[in-house]
């Protein structure tokens, strides 16, 4: 448990400190962090999903789950393709690209690449709603898994 808990503060310090080391130049695109459910392996897990821009149409989407066989982690390189109203402001992000998944549950542990596709739905100009779809591109103790929440953009 003890390993567990250091594995998501470090994850969530990475997080935090990419975040503040961007340049203000850097920072193009939307940025966000929120609570989310992962669906998949025939069990729900509660994480946080969250969205660094690197420019308008990249993103990284780190992510950390906890299901009952350990911990989930990651991150994915996304190609965003921000749909814009009349006005030319965002309403839908869908989003495409790949994920490193890795999972530190006892002797069940492994690495996986998978396919991730999605879309952020913007609300207001601080909250976002978001979906996911990882495929992954081995079968490795890794199944087809959905993610929903909430994003608190910044």
Same mark, same amino acid.
């Given at each position: 448990?003890?390993?567990?808990?250091?594995?998501?503060?470090?994850?969530?310090?990475?997080?935090?400190?990419?975040?503040?080391?961007?340049?203000?130049?850097?920072?193009?695109?939307?940025?966000?962090?929120?609570?989310?459910?992962?669906?998949?392996?025939?069990?729900?897990?509660?994480?946080?999903?969250?969205?660094?821009?690197?420019?308008?149409?990249?993103?990284? !989407?780190?992510?950390?789950?906890?299901?009952?066989?350990?911990?989930?982690?990651?991150?994915?390189?996304?190609?965003?393709?921000?749909?814009?109203?009349?006005?030319?402001?965002?309403?839908?992000?869908?989003?495409?690209?790949?994920?490193?998944?890795?999972?530190?549950?006892?002797?069940?542990?492994?690495?996986?690449?998978?396919?991730?596709?999605?879309?952020?739905?913007?609300?207001?100009?601080?909250?976002?709603?978001?979906?996911?779809?990882?495929?992954?591109?081995?079968?490795?103790? !890794?199944?087809?898994?959905?993610?929903?929440?909430?994003?608190?953009?910044?």
């Amino acid at each position: 448990m003890k390993k567990h808990k250091i594995t998501s503060i470090s994850l969530l310090a990475a997080i935090a400190t990419v975040a503040m080391s961007l340049p203000a130049s850097a920072q193009v695109g939307q940025s966000s962090i929120g609570p989310s459910l992962q669906f998949g392996n025939g069990q729900a897990a509660i994480g946080i999903d969250s969205k660094f821009g690197v420019s308008e149409n990249l993103s990284l !989407r780190p992510f950390i789950y906890f299901p009952n066989n350990g911990t989930n982690f990651g991150t994915a390189l996304t190609y965003d393709l921000p749909l814009r109203n009349t006005d030319s402001t965002v309403l839908i992000t869908p989003f495409i690209g790949g994920a490193l998944d890795i999972n530190t549950g006892g002797n069940n542990s492994f690495t996986a690449v998978s396919l991730v596709g999605g879309a952020d739905f913007d609300l207001n100009d601080s909250l976002q709603l978001k979906t996911s779809l990882s495929v992954p591109l081995s079968n490795n103790n !890794r199944s087809t898994s959905l993610a929903v929440g909430a994003g608190f953009r910044f």
